[in-house]
Structures are given as structure tokens and as C-alpha cells.
């Protein structure tokens, strides 16, 4: 049985579900930063998924970047399978900005998170409805 | 008429073409690292490619992954397109191990690449032989 890892569990707020991945929110509001973790047991690699859920990933991934890239109106998608920490198959998805604290580095590792307060994760789930409804 | 950049051809080697990509090996011998770098013009992010370029990007990028994983026996494969720096679209496809110099962090911005000499290129080219011949 699928179950989310304990890290992304403390570190995530759950936004949804597509066909395949259960869709994350990152408790850190410097990035519009989201995570697909494909809802299957002992996946650690994309290679390992079936060839029938790698296809879903790819679309709902797609799917995800096209939509963020727009809402957020990002200067540049990062999207991003390493799992050095968690071996959970799971996919960044973050809105990159020319002015945002990391930028041009990647975003990991880089200071502390800061989380949402309760106004800025209502104004965000509210903002993917319309991506999970669709 | 699609033209690699130019940081990309100063980085790394080119190994090899598949359908879609051209295969760099990024010039770094810390890490089997390779680069997948769709031969289309004005690409920024996946979902821009067609449908049809988005599963072929998908096949070669499972295909190097898996095959890299084996042959250089990682402990984990970090699959990224960040593309803050360079805006062409380009897959990082790197073998991590819990003995690398930068793990458990992603690879990007720690220190200086170190350039394989003669004889390292010569084996790494030739590892990755089979798969373009597969």
C-alpha cells in the first residue's frame, strides 16, 4: 500500500489528487513550489513506474508546469527528480523568478523555509482548484 | 535551425544523438553526469514540445537513466531540468552515490568541475557506446 513518506508529509501540504501522483504543496512561501508524488509502493526512480504511469506522470506533470508557469506568471520552471533525501519517487515543480532569494542556484538546501501563514494557503489552494478541477 | 548553446558546448562532449536529443557528457569527472538536450529550436521548458517530442523525450530520458544507473551502479539518479542559467532546454541526468563529494545536495554551484583527462573520456565514451548502439 502506498503511503507518503514521513518528510514530505511534515514538510508538504496536500493541494489534491491527479490519476497517478498526489499533488504537494512546499510549506515554504519564498517559491510557488509544488511536488507530484506518483500514489505507488517502493518507487524510487521514474524508470521503475510502469510504462503506462510513466505516461500519466508526464501529462499530469506537464499539465502542472504549463499551469504554473502561468499563474504564477514564473520567469523559468524548475522541475526535478533527486530523492538523495527522500528515495520517494517524487517531482519538484517550482516557479523560478530573476529576482527570487536563490535564483539563478537551485532552490534546495538554501536557508530556511518559511511557511504560510493560514491567509497565504487559502489564496494558494484557491489557486490550484481550478488546475485540479480541470 | 536548432544550434546547441553555447555554454553547453563549452561544458561538455558530445556522445551521441538519439531521436530527439543530442547526449552530452557534462566535462566533470566527479559525477557520471550527462545532459539530454532536445534538437529543437527556441525550447524552454517540456511542456513546450509537442506531444509527440514530450514522449520521445520521456523514452530516452528512461532509457539513459535506467541504463546509467546499472552501468555506473549509482545509488540514486538525479533527473532535473532547472535551465535558470542556460534558457535552452536540457535534461541533467546525473549518477549520485552516498560517497560523492556534494551528497546528499544536488551537484549545481559546489566548487570547480573536474575535467576528465584523455584516458577518462576515452572509457566514459566508450560505456556509453552500447547504449547509443541499442
Redesign the interface.
Known amino acids: 500500500m502506498f503511503t507518503l513518506h514521513p518528510q514530505l508529509q511534515k514538510d508538504c501540504i496536500e493541494l489534491g489528487r491527479f490519476d497517478l501522483c498526489r499533488l504537494l504543496l512546499m510549506n515554504d512561501s519564498r517559491y510557488p513550489w509544488c511536488i507530484l508524488v506518483p500514489e505507488r509502493e517502493d518507487i ?4 521503475e513506474l510502469s510504462p503506462a504511469d ?2 500519466l506522470l ?1 501529462d499530469e ?2 499539465r502542472l ?2 499551469y504554473m ?1 502561468a499563474e504564477f506568471r514564473a520567469h ?10 527522500v ?1 520517494q519517487l517524487h517531482v519538484h515543480h517550482i516557479a ?1 523568478y530573476s529576482h527570487d532569494p536563490a ?4 532552490v ?2 538554501l536557508d530556511e523555509a518559511r511557511p504560510y501563514d493560514e491567509e497565504g494557503l487559502r489564496a494558494m489552494q484557491a489557486r490550484f482548484g481550478l488546475l485540479l478541477e480541470g
Open positions: 524510487r526512480e521514474i524508470y510513466q505516461l508526464l506533470s506537464v508546469g504549463r508557469t523559468k520552471l524548475n522541475v526535478a527528480a533527486l530523492g538523495n533525501m528515495p523560478r535564483w539563478p542556484r537551485p534546495w538546501g
